[in-house]
């Protein structure tokens, strides 16, 4: 009896941490990857990519990623960022994410409700229509590391994806679209 006490104890513990929901999906409280603050931050999630192949089928999924542009530089992609928002009124979910110049890393903040993630950065996993900047490499692993992408939609239907690609393409010539596999799977 203890055992299954204890089994059951731990599963309880891993429902309530990651949330499942009603779709089946599995969310957390901040959808994360912990990568610690140091010169290896982006190497880091490189091997988070390389984990995440390993991973079983059910904590993957293939969604369709549309990009608005490319680039070393956040600043720069950060006001194209707010020029698409007024543009095609789409609408900005930074995660309470922001450059971190002292990290060189889109990050949290050091003080985030999320002690395990404050201070680091986390990708966007789950399909949206909102505007953010991630790094290009969790979603196309031939990326450079450090290349940030100015992702406009995470979609789960292609022609969806592409609909969007088409519209964004005739004012934004360099918008692509990545077919990606991306862990959803808990994170904590």
Do not use: W
């Not at 203890?2 to 309880?12: Q, W």
């Not at 542009?69 to 994410?97: C, E, Q, V, W």
């Not at 992702?151 to 393409?169: C, H, R």
């Amino acid at each position: 009896m203890h055992k299954f006490t204890s089994i059951y104890i731990a599963f309880v513990i891993i429902l309530t941490a990651c949330g499942v929901t009603p779709t089946g999906k599995i969310e957390t409280k901040a959808d994360t990857i912990n990568i610690s603050a140091s010169n290896h931050l982006l190497p880091q999630l490189d091997s988070v990519n390389r984990e995440t192949e390993e991973m079983s089928n059910d904590d993957m999924a293939t969604y369709f990623v549309i990009v608005a542009d490319t680039s070393l530089n956040y600043f720069a992609l950060h006001k194209k960022m707010f020029s698409l928002n007024r543009k095609f009124k789409l609408p900005i979910d930074t995660m309470g994410r922001f450059y971190n110049t002292s990290k060189n890393l889109i990050a949290l903040p050091d003080n985030a409700d999320d002690e395990i993630y404050a201070g680091n950065y986390f990708p966007r996993r789950f399909p949206s229509e909102d505007l953010s900047i991630e790094y290009l490499n969790f979603y196309q692993k031939q990326a450079s590391l450090k290349t940030m992408a100015l992702v406009t939609g995470i979609y789960e239907n292609e022609k969806s994806a592409d609909s969007s690609l088409v519209a964004l393409q005739k004012t934004e010539k360099k918008t692509f679209k990545i077919k990606a596999d991306i862990y959803i799977g808990c994170m904590h």
